[in-house]
T-cell receptor, first 113, second 113 residues
Framework: GESVGLHLPTLSVQEGDNSIINCAYSNSASDYFIWYKQESGKGPQFIIDIRSNMDKRQGQRVTVLLNKTVKHLSLQIAATQPGDSAVYFCAENGSSNTGKLIFGQGTTLQVKP | DAGITQSPRHKVTETGTPVTLRCHQTENHRYMYWYRQDPGHGLRLIHYSYGVKDTDKGEVSDGYSVSRSKTEDFLLTLESATSSQTSVYFC????????????FGDGTRLSIL
């Protein structure tokens, strides 16, 4: 399944399935992108980042894909586990050189056992 | 986890009272940020700091002030708290302005009655 960030939609997947979370970013000048995971009662936790000179980057069980042509970012989680249940945010750096980030609204991922 | 401590973690206070939130880091990072997080708005930047005594406004700075007298501490002050400032406040740090993720503390839940 897949979902688009910005309106806090919910993506519900079965444990063991792959998850795809999408984000449409806003600023064509952005050249650095980050995915965060936020569990209830905690702060956002860094998952993976990607620079605009790349279109794909892989981490442990996660892959980020960047399509600059359509300003689209996605996070793929392989073999989704109950511990992956959280809200996921994308962030972009816009045209700022002060480290300021622009955050998407987030997507809630629910993993069914 | 990045060495970020926010205090207090929870606070309830009355309208019109001053409130100060503290962010303490042990990473010696140059950049520090204060955000608020509200349903339907995601993370919004209040103020940020790019060095000791160097601060600037974010997108929702009205009613807030900040101070950074040493690298490790960044204080957020509500001079006269209002109910609209009820929110969850997050501090974040990063080592550089570009191409590095921000790392977040676990937040302060502030209720203003």
């Amino acid at each position: 399944g897949e979902s688009v960030g910005l309106h806090l939609p919910t993506l519900s997947v079965q444990e063991g399935d792959n998850s795809i979370i999408n984000c449409a970013y806003s600023n064509s000048a952005s050249d650095y992108f980050i995915w965060y995971k936020q569990e209830s009662g905690k702060g956002p936790q860094f998952i993976i980042d990607i620079r605009s000179n790349m279109d794909k980057r892989q981490g442990q069980r996660v892959t980020v894909l960047l399509n600059k042509t359509v300003k689209h970012l996605s996070l793929q989680i392989a073999a989704t586990q109950p511990g992956d249940s959280a809200v996921y945010f994308c962030a972009e750096n816009g045209s700022s050189n002060t480290g300021k980030l622009i955050f998407g609204q987030g997507t809630t991922l629910q993993v069914k056992p | 986890d990045a060495g970020i401590t926010q205090s207090p973690r929870h606070k309830v206070t009355e309208t019109g009272t001053p409130v100060t939130l503290r962010c303490h880091q042990t990473e010696n990072h140059r950049y520090m940020y204060w955000y608020r997080q509200d349903p339907g708005h995601g993370l919004r930047l209040i103020h940020y700091s790019y060095g000791v005594k160097d601060t600037d406004k974010g997108e929702v700075s009205d009613g807030y002030s900040v101070s950074r007298s040493k690298t490790e501490d960044f204080l957020l002050t509500l001079e006269s708290a209002t109910s609209s400032q009820t929110s969850v406040y997050f501090c974040a740090i990063s080592g550089t302005a570009t191409n590095q993720p921000q790392h977040f503390g676990d937040g302060t839940r502030l209720s203003i009655l």
